[in-house]
């Protein structure tokens, strides 16, 4: 939708300003055409500030360089303009679209941090397993896009990719899902639940089909394995949960 508004808003400037490229000068027009070109692409990003650049650049040439309402272009000046007017949309895409992922994982930093303080919070008060168990379960949920998750005691049934301590995924076949990190694989993923060297269960994350998981996003779901033993050791016996 930005980028189909970019086009023709950029477009339409070009065609307005036909009537004042006299006195405008052709290196002002372009001015003006990289502002709306910088506005799509930080609205946009990258695919947005791409397409209005290439529609900027065909209607400078048409509107402005001579010879007019033609898309040959007669002097090398205004060819390097119109290169300039693409390359900046390139730039510009590329810049919003880091910005844009250093936003969400500054959020996704802020998010973690949350989860897991209201899980130590429950810890702290001296929750057994029955007690932390909703709270933690609903934080990975939240934090990993989870259709499902569950507690097992340790008596897997059944061998899954582990979630490591830094947050890596044990297995090498992974599918990786653009801007959201690595996905986990369909039949779950699974995090040991472990209490002063002893081996209490494990978590299995179920994940939904299209979300990816970034590193620190399954450091969390490590830290609140963690914060799930502590709680599991005051219980006895321990028992599944979902």
């Known amino acids: 939708m930005v980028a189909g508004a970019g086009v023709g808003i950029v477009i ?25 070109i910088v506005g799509a692409a930080i609205l946009g990003g990258r695919l947005a500030g791409v397409l209005t650049a290439i529609a900027a650049a065909f209607a400078f040439d048409y ?9 040959r272009i007669s002097d090398r000046e205004d060819i390097i303009t119109a290169v300039l007017l693409l390359v900046v949309g390139v730039a510009v895409g590329e810049l919003a679209v880091r910005r844009a992922a250093s936003r969400r994982e500054v959020q996704m930093h802020a998010q973690g941090a949350s989860r897991l303080e209201e899980v130590a919070a429950v810890v ?21 896009n989870l259709s499902d998750c569950r507690f097992e005691p340790y008596a897997p049934t059944s061998a899954l990719t ?4 830094n947050g ?4 090498h076949h992974l599918d990786w899902v653009p ?12 995090v040991p639940v472990v209490h002063q060297g002893r081996a209490l269960g494990r978590l299995v994350l179920v994940p939904q089909k299209g979300h990816g998981t970034t590193k620190p ?6 830290a609140l394995a963690d914060q799930l033993a502590v709680a599991a050791a005051r219980t006895s016996p321990l028992h599944s949960l979902h």
């Open 63 to 71: 509107f402005h360089t001579q010879p007019f309402y033609n898309l």
């Open 179 to 190: 801007g959201g990190g690595f996905a986990l694989p369909q039949e779950g993923v699974a």
């Open 168 to 171: 890596q995924l044990s297995s």
């Open 217 to 222: 996003q399954r450091r969390v779901a490590v």
């Open 162 to 165: 582990t979630i490591e301590r």
């Open 12 to 36: 339409a400037v070009a065609g307005l300003l036909v009537s004042i490229r006299d006195w405008l000068g052709n290196s002002n027009v372009a001015l003006v055409l990289v502002v709306v």
């Open 124 to 144: 702290a008060a001296g929750a057994n397993l029955d007690e932390a168990w909703p709270v933690v379960r609903h934080a990975l949920i939240d934090q990993l």
